[in-house]
């Protein structure tokens, strides 16, 4: 082996090996690699090619690179975006490299040339290793089957082994650094050994991979493409025998230790051999993964111990809320037959009230008091019967329903569950929302409770339900019936001051940052935020209320961390500006064709001013206000009625004939309907009619009949609480009410005079200056 020792310009390779007689391109973007591109093209446009043994590598060293490179000619250099090259070159001779120069413009390596021991191989020797590559070459194409006849008669025409090698190795699709391996082996017949080894290698590699493609196309359909790629991969592991699946074992070791009814086991452990033979890569068994935990995070049998105390219930209700004595007795005595009853026999209870009243607080405090889990339902606005009972897991994205849920995130069998909103569930095509609740709170089905997604009875008579609404009328009939009605009321002023005081200012306080000495909010200021800047049944709008007040005071105390706010009747405009709302206040004097009325709304009570004039007409009846059907039905009503007692009062039949009775209610903005209004409408109208004066200090509610019969209405406590603040001494209430008056406390009473009435003659009698 002669050797020729020269310098010349260098160009590191990464994953890329260049052999002899091979015309190759590449891209080039390092800053050295194309200054010694720049100087081989003013020099003879020879370059030396070497491959570097780490592709990251971004400034190789000498160790970084392999012993053996090319030299070769450029033929093309094109320059493309972002200063990047492609040059295009034609592998000519191996060379060693010995090291480099030190030039640091760009990479220059000391080489030197080499010629193999072609020539010294006895000519038998030489012909048999021609045969001997030739025939390697020829199996290896048999085997693979895509080569093309062209390339093989070129190969058997080679007589030059050395290029025969060189020739074979760039046309195999084989990693550079087994090309590399060809490329450094100098002596011939080292690079005979390496080639024949490398094609064979091959060989057996693509007959074990057809083998193994023989194997699963007798197994398998070949149009079900994810059908075979599963039964690839099971082959796969049988060959290596890898038969275990980690995932797969953490899911048996889950099951093992969880306490479930035998049905769950039985089906858990039959999905998880399923799993076992998927493909982890494959969408189903992302589906069947998302299963399998869901079953596995479910509390089947495990539950919390309950604190049945019942003097720790009601402490834990009177530290949480100020008032609703009522509610609080009835849910103690709900509490108390929960106690005593067997498994699933206790009543399911539903607070009805305005909002801001405390229903849902009144059901965490209730989990608190029996040391219960919680879990809160938002039903508002459901209307997919899925939302309740799950998807059926064939579904792309299928999830279980909210109740099933609610109980692994619980993580106990036995939570107390807040159905929040639950008469602003709806229906559609999809399904009826109410319905799939039907089977949720009746205690005779919920026991065995199947959701879409699980598959599998899912017991929730354990589960203590708790639901909450805002009006009645919006719970259909059979979900009302399954249910105990507590009703959360409005709210006193008085109520409201104590609740502000003693929670609300303190919790704003602690929320905004505040000390307890830094801020003093006056119980004059308390009682203004609740008359002039709230109008609500609950509390809500008062806890805002009282939270923006903390935050102007907040931004005072950061200005002066001495500073020490006090907010009084007097400069409360300062912290939360005009007020919103004026007193009401009842009328000043009698008035004739003016009465005072008394309506119910969902966020409370509000007193109505009906206003009748009797104008020269055609004898219409002209209503205005926004009022609603049924309270324009109860107008006429109380007309039919106030002419059917005309002559009582000398007026002439033609009368109605001659004249329009015109009846507004102020507000116009606001909708106002219901018959509550029918004896206040009818006083107004027969005050009109007869020119005689109605009381400023009565207000009434109650609906009329066509005989003049008084009927009982709903939402007597807000109605009287809002006569109360507004000064009212007298109120005609229906006689069938009487009885309600037992439940409202004395707070609201004292003060008022109560009339019960039958007929609208006793109102007369109550509401005409005499």
């Not at 107008?635 to 007692?645: E, K, M």
Request: hydrophobic share 35%; net charge negative.
């Amino acid at each position: 082996m002669e050797e020729q020792i020269i310098n010349m310009p260098a160009v590191a390779l990464r994953g890329l090996t260049i052999l002899p007689g091979m015309i190759a391109h590449f891209d080039v973007s390092r800053e050295r690699s194309l200054r010694a591109i720049e100087e081989a093209m003013e020099q003879d446009q020879k370059i030396y090619l070497v491959t570097q043994k780490n592709v990251d590598r971004e400034d190789p060293t000498q160790e970084d690179l392999y012993q053996m490179g090319i030299v070769a000619d450029i033929k093309q250099v094109v320059r493309l975006q972002n200063d990047v090259v492609r040059i295009l070159v034609d592998g000519i001779s191996r060379a060693k490299l010995l090291g480099f120069t030190g030039c640091e413009k760009y990479l220059e390596a000391e080489i030197c040339y080499f010629d193999s021991n072609k020539d010294s191989l006895p000519e038998d020797l030489r012909e048999a290793m021609l045969l001997g590559v030739r025939e390697a070459f020829h199996r290896y194409a048999a085997v693979i089957g895509k080569i093309s006849k062209e390339l093989i008669r070129q190969i058997d025409q080679y007589e030059d082994l050395e290029k025969l090698i060189d020739y074979v190795t760039n046309n195999l699709p084989v990693s550079y650094e087994l090309k590399q391996q060809v490329l450094e082996a100098e002596d011939i017949n080292d690079r005979y050994q390496v080639i024949v080894s490398l094609l064979l290698s091959q060989v057996e590699v693509i007959s074990i991979k057809n083998e193994l493609q023989k194997k699963v196309k007798i197994r398998v359909d070949k149009h079900q493409k994810e059908y075979v790629l599963r039964e690839q991969l099971g082959v796969i592991r049988e060959e290596l025998g890898e038969n275990a699946d980690s995932e797969a074992d953490e899911y048996e070791k889950k099951l093992s230790e969880l306490d479930a009814p035998d049905y769950v086991k039985e089906k858990t452990k039959k999905e998880i051999k399923r799993f076992r033979n998927m493909s982890s890569s494959s969408s189903e068994s992302t589906v069947e993964r998302g299963y399998i935990e869901t079953v596995l995070e479910l509390p089947w049998n495990k539950m919390s111990v309950d604190n049945k105390d019942l003097d720790h219930a009601a402490q834990v209700l009177d530290d949480d809320h100020y008032g609703l004595k009522d509610v609080k007795e009835r849910i103690l005595e709900f509490l108390a037959v929960r106690n005593l009853t067997s498994k699933g026999e206790s009543p399911i209870i539903c607070l009805v009230g305005p909002p801001g009243t405390g229903k849902t607080s009144i059901a965490r405090s209730i989990a608190s008091a029996l040391e219960k889990k919680y879990v809160r339902i938002s039903l508002g606005g459901v209307r997919d019967e899925a939302e309740i009972r799950g998807h059926r897991k064939t579904y792309i994205g299928a999830m279980p329903g909210r109740i099933v849920n609610g109980l692994r995130q619980a993580g106990v069998s036995n939570p107390l569950m807040l159905l929040d909103e639950i008469d602003k569930v709806s229906s559609d095509y999809k399904g009826d929302t109410s319905a799939a609740l039907l089977e949720v709170l009746d205690s005779e089905q919920n026991c065995r409770f199947r959701d879409h997604y699980v598959e599998m009875p899912v017991d929730l008579s354990e589960v203590l339900f708790i639901a909450t609404a805002n009006e009645v009328s919006g719970i259909p009939k059979p979900l009302l019936d399954r249910m105990e009605l507590i009703e959360v009321s409005s709210y006193t002023e008085n109520e409201k001051f104590h609740i502000a005081k003693e929670h609300l200012v303190e919790k704003q306080k602690s929320k905004n940052g505040i000390k307890k000495e830094q801020l003093t909010i006056t119980d004059g200021a308390l009682k203004d935020i609740i008359r002039l800047y709230t109008r609500e049944a609950g509390v809500r709008s008062l806890e805002r209320t009282i939270g923006k007040l903390c935050r102007k005071a907040a931004r005072e105390i950061f200005k002066d961390s001495e500073a020490a706010v006090k907010v009084t009747k007097t400069n409360l405009k300062t912290y939360l500006g005009n007020p919103k709302y004026s007193p009401e206040k009842k009328n000043d004097h009698a008035e004739v064709g003016i009465v005072r009325g008394l309506a119910w709304t969902s966020v409370g009570g509000v007193t109505l001013e009906v206003e009748v004039n009797v104008l020269p007409g055609k004898g219409e009846l002209v209503l205005t206000g926004k009022l609603g059907d049924v309270m324009k039905e109860s107008a006429q009503a109380a007309l039919s009625y106030v002419r059917s007692i005309s002559e009582g009062y000398g007026i002439d039949a033609e009368f109605y004939t001659k004249h329009d009775i015109h009846i507004h209610i102020p507000e116009g903005a606001v909708p106002k309907d219901g018959p509550s209004a029918g004896i206040t409408m009818a006083t107004a109208m027969l005050s009109a009619i007869t020119d005689r004066a109605v009381r400023a200090d009565v207000a009434m509610t109650g609906e009329i009949t066509l005989r003049g019969r008084v009927l009982p209405i709903g939402g007597l406590k807000e109605k009287l609480l809002a006569a109360k603040v507004i000064g009212i001494k007298t109120v005609c209430i229906p006689n069938d009410n009487e009885k309600d008056l037992e439940e409202i406390s004395k707070e609201i009473t004292d003060g008022m005079e109560i009339v019960p009435v039958e007929k609208f003659s006793q109102v007369e009698k109550i509401a005409f200056v005499k």
